[in-house]
């Protein structure tokens, strides 16, 4: 089952070197994780969560062990 790691306010820069690290490590993107970059326009209310949308990204790893160490090392 997948799991999430979330981090708020990297930039596209810092995305590029965390990605980059994780192939390092010899992980595949699509197939041990994969990534979502989403930085709103404008701050926007979410009605269906009761907060504002800050940018942010969102990490999905197919392997438990390796979410928790990125949660360690990132998060």
């Known amino acids: 089952m997948a799991e999430e790691v ?3 306010d990297l930039s596209t820069s ?3 070197r ?3 690290e994780l192939k390092e490590q010899g992980l595949r993107i ?3 994780f994969d990534f979502y970059y989403h930085q709103p326009q404008t701050p926007r209310w ?3 969560h009761g ?3 800050r940018k942010h990204t969102r ?3 197919y392997d438990g062990k390796w979410a928790t160490w990125f949660a ?3 998060g």
Do not use: G, H, P
Request: glycine letters at 0%; zero cysteines.
């Open 51 to 53: 907060k504002f949308v």
């Open 59 to 61: 990490f999905v790893f």
């Open 30 to 32: 699509n197939q041990d």
């Open 6 to 8: 979330v981090i708020n």
């Open 72 to 74: 360690l090392k990132y």
């Open 46 to 48: 979410d009605d269906e």
């Open 18 to 20: 965390i990605v980059y």
């Open 14 to 16: 810092d995305v590029s």
